[in-house]
């Protein structure tokens, strides 16, 4: 029944590791979001998909991968992770531009 | 000019009364104004939304007011309840975009 559904909830790791985020949509919507929470709760877009294809790009480090192997998943990859990279990340969908975004439970990533 | 302002940052509201946040944004370019209700653990729900044409929307006990040439938008919480503790995002949407400038959030309490 989830609508927007991320793994894992938890991620507990070292820095200099890399690490992946999955999320997937059975909403049938056409375009994807990752979203960062600070510890502050300011919500910032990294990235945007339409179809598969990458439409946002924020100010982001490249050591941030998305991938969207088709429109219900986008991944994030992540390599060699950072304190500050700390955060609780969010996906969400929305059927096109300008539509109600729905979000995901969020993925809390804790560097050590 | 992509910023929203959003106050206050936190509120605490008696059981039954009303909860006002105001948001504030500067490029008129914006076409969508939704708010999300956030409780902890969870992801960014999306709770009602109004787009620049319209002045008012309701929605049960949630409602917009929304002022074009004061570039604001507000949310009333009729009858509070202690359910509605949790944080309050507005956000601005661009038009045929997939962006959303998010406001800084407003932590709620009501107070049974």
């Known amino acids: 029944d989830t609508a927007v559904s991320q793994t894992p909830k938890y991620l507990v790791t070292q820095m200099g590791n890399d690490k992946s985020i999955k999320c997937e949509q059975n909403?049938?919507?056409?375009?994807m979001y990752w979203y960062k929470q600070d510890s502050k709760k300011f919500l910032k877009i990294m990235f945007s998909?339409?179809?598969?294809?990458?439409?946002i790009n924020e100010t982001v480090p490249n050591r941030f991968s998305p991938k969207s192997p088709d429109k219900a998943h986008l991944n994030l990859h992540i390599n060699s992770l950072e304190l500050g990279d700390s955060a609780v990340y969010f996906c969400?969908?929305?059927?096109?531009?300008?539509?109600?975004?729905?979000f995901g439970d969020g993925t809390r990533l804790s560097i050590l | 000019q992509q910023q929203v302002k959003q106050s206050p940052q936190s509120l605490i509201v008696q059981k039954g009364g009303i909860s006002i946040i105001n948001c504030a944004y500067e490029?008129?370019?914006?076409?969508?104004f939704p708010w999300y209700q956030q409780f902890p653990g969870k992801g960014p729900a999306l709770l009602i939304a109004?787009?620049?044409?319209?002045s008012e929307k309701k929605e049960g006990r949630f409602t917009i007011s929304f002022n074009k040439s004061a570039k604001q938008f507000s949310l009333h919480i009729m009858d509070s309840q202690p359910g509605d503790s949790a944080t309050y995002f507005c956000?601005?949407?661009?038009?045929?975009?997939?962006?959303?400038?998010f406001g800084t959030g407003t932590r709620l309490k009501v107070l049974a």
């Open positions: 909403l049938g919507h056409d375009t």
């Open positions: 109004i787009r620049p044409d319209v």
């Open positions: 490029n008129t370019a914006f076409d969508y």
């Open positions: 969400a969908s929305s059927l096109n531009s300008n539509q109600p975004q729905h």
């Open positions: 956000a601005a949407g661009y038009p045929g975009t997939y962006k959303y400038i």
């Open positions: 998909y339409n179809n598969k294809e990458l439409i």
